[in-house]
């Protein structure tokens, strides 16, 4: 059944009508909050976007070809990142000094190491969410500053990608895509 998540799932394109249960969001939260980050400085954030009015927020900010899959999916995650991330490290990481060396890194290396964290955490949300059994759908296809402006104006938090979340219509469930040949992408030296 575990290895389901990996070789069974699907990107899901449009999803049944089916509400997902506050007590399945909550769960997926627990799992979460214990994935890995650099140092425990944990970027990562998200803003469940369920409510009509929510939801009537966001689809405007999606590409077009998109909106018919944001409209059918019962949740959508906004899977974000916190920029004031280094202000939770004295809870979070108090093994660092203060300032911890994020605060030192040049700008540019900072906000990868950020980057490489939220999206790490990003991947164990998705699999959290297929563990539950529910189908993911990630989508880049939006406005990134408009979602910032609409959900994030007065924080620090910044949209990385989308997942809509939900059980998939299987009638718009592709094939699995091809996959590169082992030889083609590991090295064993």
């Known amino acids: 059944m575990t290895a389901d998540i990996f070789?069974?799932?699907r990107s899901a394109k449009l999803f049944k009508p089916e509400p997902i249960a506050q007590e399945t969001l909550?769960?997926?939260?627990e799992w979460v909050k214990w994935s890995p980050s650099e140092s425990n400085s944990w970027p990562f954030r998200v803003v469940f976007v369920q409510s009509e009015s929510a939801k009537a927020r966001l689809l405007?900010?999606?590409?077009?070809?998109n909106q018919t899959k944001v409209e059918s999916a019962p949740v959508i995650a906004i899977l974000s990142y916190d920029e004031k991330f280094t202000d939770h490290l004295p809870t979070l990481a108090p093994h660092l000094p203060t300032p911890s060396y994020f605060d030192t890194l040049p700008a540019e290396a900072r906000e990868f190491a950020m980057l490489r964290?939220?999206?790490?955490?990003?991947?164990?949300f998705m699999c959290a969410a297929r563990s539950l059994g529910l189908d993911c759908g990630p989508l880049a296809g939006f406005d990134r500053e408009g979602v910032n402006q609409e959900f994030f104006a007065d924080s620090s938090w910044r949209a990385s990608f989308l997942c809509m979340l939900g059980h998939a219509d299987p009638e718009a469930t592709y094939p699995r895509g091809a996959r590169l040949d082992t030889q083609d992408w590991v090295r064993f030296e």
């Open 117 to 124: 964290s939220a999206n790490l955490q990003a991947g164990f």
């Open 7 to 9: 070789t069974q799932a």
């Open 60 to 65: 405007p900010l999606v590409a077009e070809g």
């Open 26 to 29: 909550d769960t997926l939260i």
